[in-house]
């Protein structure tokens, strides 16, 4: 059996309509998260049907490259 590996990138944005201004400030992480637990599900279901496995990497964008040697370095220990 022969297998083929594919790499999809998907990114969402979600936009929240307000008939009021908030009450508060919202972070914007928060507001990002909003909805990607539907959108994996559906992602699975979709990619489960023609027998690919799912998964969801979370990538990080550091503002310095002492962050980013830490990352490597924690990445390269597992």
């Given at each position: 059996m022969q297998y083929e590996r594919?790499?999809?990138l998907s990114t969402t944005k979600?936009?929240?309509i307000f008939k009021s201004q908030p009450q508060?400030?919202?972070d914007g992480k928060a507001c990002a998260a909003i909805g990607q637990s539907s959108l994996m599900?559906?992602?699975n279901t979709m990619f489960s049907q023609v027998g690919t496995k799912l998964i969801k990497l979370h990538i990080h964008y550091h503002h310095n490259f002492q962050g980013i040697l830490?990352?490597?370095n924690n990445l390269q220990t597992r």
């Open positions: 594919r790499t999809v979600t936009f929240l508060g400030e919202l599900a559906l992602y830490a990352s490597k």
